[in-house]
């Protein structure tokens, strides 16, 4: 049944598909599709605008027009399919896979060479978000390095510059699960003692949701870290 009422409208024309709406949302109601946000069912939308205050851009506003009325009986078939598949699609523990098999590294510089010759400053396996357990001993009191996946291609002195010395965990803000991300960051931070946080990102509008994430992930925890951000520009340079 159609009613006029308030529901969220959103400006392809500004959305820059950060993907920082999508959690705010706790119906499920928005999700990143061809690059933009997108109100997949009005049934879905209460119209109440609790994701209005996380968009960086401003592409969303409160309306009001007909639509469906807002339905909470589809908002749990819904919630409760999605939940079904990421856990479908999540990797299996069990399958034996490299990634999933932790491993430290001595950092070993080689005598005479310089550090502009490079070298290897990876302490730690593995290195994904999603793979690293929130108690893997390597994260114990370190200072851990929130790696945007493009700035390890993008800066070539990546381990020189910011490898060295911190722990490492990487992935994507704009194709990965937000909402997966914040609750192992608030994991990691609750088990921990992480002792600094530096997020490293593109100087791109996706790569902004990251450090929204992370520090979702630490106001969850309820712990108080030093932070740092640093930016890098598609040249590789440092902001």
Known sequence: M?????????????????????????????????????????KL????????GECPVDAL???????DEFDEEAVEDHLKSVEEKESKEAPPLECGCPSLQMKTFVVDKPAGRSSAA??????????????????????KNADLLVLADCVGVAHTSLHQDLLT?????????????????????????????????????????CCSGLPWIVKKGLEKSGKTVPLTEIVIDPKGNIL
């Not at 506003?61 to 639509?67: N, S, Y």
Request: aromatic share 6%; glycine share 8%; charged share 25%.
């Open 165 to 205: 010395g911190k722990v490492v965990m990487m992935g994507c803000p704009k194709f990965d699960n937000a909402d997966e991300y914040i609750q192992k960051f608030a994991d990691v931070f609750k088990t921990a003692d992480i002792n600094s946080v530096t997020i490293a990102t593109m100087e791109v509008p």
């Open 61 to 67: 506003k409160i309306v009001e027009r007909e639509a």
């Open 2 to 42: 159609k009613a006029t009422r308030k529901i969220i409208e959103i400006d392809e024309t500004l959305c820059d598909g950060c993907g920082q709406c999508v959690p705010a949302c706790a119906e499920g109601a928005i999700q990143v599709i061809d690059g933009k946000a997108r109100v997949i069912a009005d």
């Open 45 to 52: 939308c209460d119209g109440l605008g609790a994701c209005l």
């Open 118 to 139: 490079g070298f290897s400053a990876l302490t730690h396996w593995p290195i994904k978000i999603r793979l690293v357990p929130p108690k893997a001993p390597f994260l």
